[in-house]
């Protein structure tokens, strides 16, 4: 993929050089940086119909969600479609260009406005009856409108949205009130600034992949101790495995992986390392999404739906560019999308799946999370702080 250089604010490239010389310390002292102690989860809580339906209630149908990127739908009337925790969503771009979510439902009798996972639609039109709704949620047309006399709607249900650092978020509650600046802090607001999300371009293949409890799935994108082992010979062959830096961000993390190319940071002046060979990135935005990479030449964002049932979620996989997706890359992109698709469904589902299978043999003992574990202990505090009670 050629010697693109994508980092061209000095800002960013501050974040990703101090990350570089923080991965090189803990190359040099053999540790990772490290939780306090080490934390012990009852292997049941990953099996709990009860806790899974608060953790639906308290969390997925309450926090804000990453449902886009700016650069999903760049353009007015661009959207997406798909369905979370069974809400049907609707991210619209309108002719203002604010980004808008909205329930893909018609004020008519609930049918879907569309079926497509994404597009560009002059108008929302409802198959079933013809309802209208613009690119701004408004409802415009009703044929034979006066045989629902004052029926009061105005346009389709709107969901709290607000976008910042190219990323947009929605919250399912109606009724919340939110910034997305507030809910990613300052720290993870410049990090993914330094990302420039908004610059990127969509590969519109993506892949899904069943994939068992949803945490054991989030289990696996916060874990840098696994990569040098159950990825020894793919994705894990240029890191130095566990010495990773973990950046606890409220309820997100920044995860940073050393590459072999490390000593490039004592051995070279900073602006002529090669970030892709000294380090690898994840921003882990609570509570579902995982984006990998950006300080290089791509982004793969996995989007992870819980459910229908406690053992059970599925996993979407997109991968971002920042040039256009188009002949040559389009060949590239689509090699990519394979590469992760393989290594997460043959790799990463696969063993956890088998974690899935062990539950109900591991009620009396607990799981273990070491101190070189500290974003998945930062991802079960969370959890459990917010379904107390
Ligand atoms: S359900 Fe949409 S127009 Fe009737
Ligand atoms: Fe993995």
């Given at each position: 993929m050629g010697s693109l250089e994508p980092i061209s604010n000095a800002h960013g490239r501050e974040i990703f050089y101090e990350l570089a010389r923080r991965l090189h310390a803990n190359v040099a002292r053999n540790l990772p940086d490290q939780a306090d102690a080490v934390l012990t989860l009852p292997?049941?809580?990953?099996?709990?119909?009860?806790?899974?339906?608060?953790?639906?209630?308290?969390?997925?149908?309450?926090?804000?969600?990453?449902?886009?990127?700016?650069?999903?739908?760049?353009?007015?009337?661009?959207?997406?479609?798909?369905?979370i925790v069974g809400r049907p969503l609707?991210?619209?771009?309108?002719?203002?260009?604010?980004?808008?979510?909205?329930?893909?439902?018609?004020?008519?009798?609930?049918?879907?406005?569309?079926?497509?996972?994404?597009?560009?639609?002059?108008?929302?039109?409802?198959?079933?009856?013809?309802?209208?709704?613009?690119?701004?949620?408004?409802l415009k047309g009703v044929p034979d409108e006066a045989a629902f006399g004052a029926h009061g709607v105005e346009g389709l249900l709107p969901l709290p949205t607000d976008t910042v650092a190219g990323a947009i978020f929605a919250s399912l509650d109606p009724a919340a009130h939110f910034s997305a600046a507030d809910w990613l802090g300052e720290t993870l607001v410049r990090s993914l600034e330094a990302l420039r999300l908004k610059e990127m371009h969509?590969?519109?293949?993506?892949?899904?992949?069943?994939?068992?409890?949803?945490?054991?799935?989030?289990?696996?994108?916060?874990?840098?101790?696994?990569?040098?082992?159950?990825?020894?010979?793919?994705?894990?062959?240029?890191?130095?495995?566990?010495?990773?830096?973990?950046?606890?961000?409220?309820?997100?993390?920044?995860?940073?992986?050393?590459?072999?190319?490390?000593n490039q940071v004592d051995e070279l002046p900073e602006d002529q390392w090669n970030l892709g060979d000294v380090m690898s990135l994840v921003h882990y935005i609570f509570p579902n999404v995982s984006i990998s990479g950006g300080h290089k030449d791509t982004i793969q964002l996995s989007r992870l739906f819980p459910g229908p049932g406690v053992t059970e979620s599925t996993t979407v996989q997109h991968q971002y560019f920042y040039e256009p997706v188009e002949g040559e890359m389009a060949k590239v992109a689509e090699a990519k999308r394979i590469t992760y698709e393989q290594?997460?469904?043959?790799?990463?589902?696969?063993?956890?799946?088998?974690?899935?299978?062990?539950?109900?043999?591991?009620?009396?003992?607990?799981?273990?999370?070491?101190?070189n574990e500290p974003g998945n202990q930062s991802l079960h505090r969370t959890i459990a702080a917010m379904t107390a009670g």
């Open positions: 292997a049941t809580n990953y099996l709990d119909a009860a806790q899974f339906e608060r953790e639906i209630e308290r969390i997925f149908l309450k926090v804000p969600l990453l449902v886009a990127l700016d650069c999903d739908i760049p353009n007015a009337g661009d959207f997406l479609s798909y369905a609707l991210i619209v771009r309108g002719d203002d260009g604010v980004a808008r979510t909205f329930l893909n439902v018609c004020r008519h009798r609930g049918a879907a406005l569309t079926t497509a996972p994404c597009g560009n639609a002059r108008a929302f039109v409802c198959p079933y009856h013809s309802w209208t709704y613009d690119r701004q949620g408004a969509a590969y519109r293949r993506t892949s899904t992949l069943a994939s068992p409890n949803w945490k054991l799935a989030a289990d696996g994108y916060l874990d840098g101790y696994h990569i040098g082992f159950l990825h020894r010979n793919t994705i894990g062959t240029k890191g130095i495995n566990n010495r990773n830096t973990y950046d606890l961000l409220g309820p997100h993390v920044r995860i940073g992986f050393a590459n072999k190319g490390i290594v997460v469904r043959d790799e990463d589902c696969s063993t956890i799946f088998t974690i899935n299978e062990a539950l109900p043999a591991m009620t009396q003992v607990p799981f273990l999370f070491g101190r």
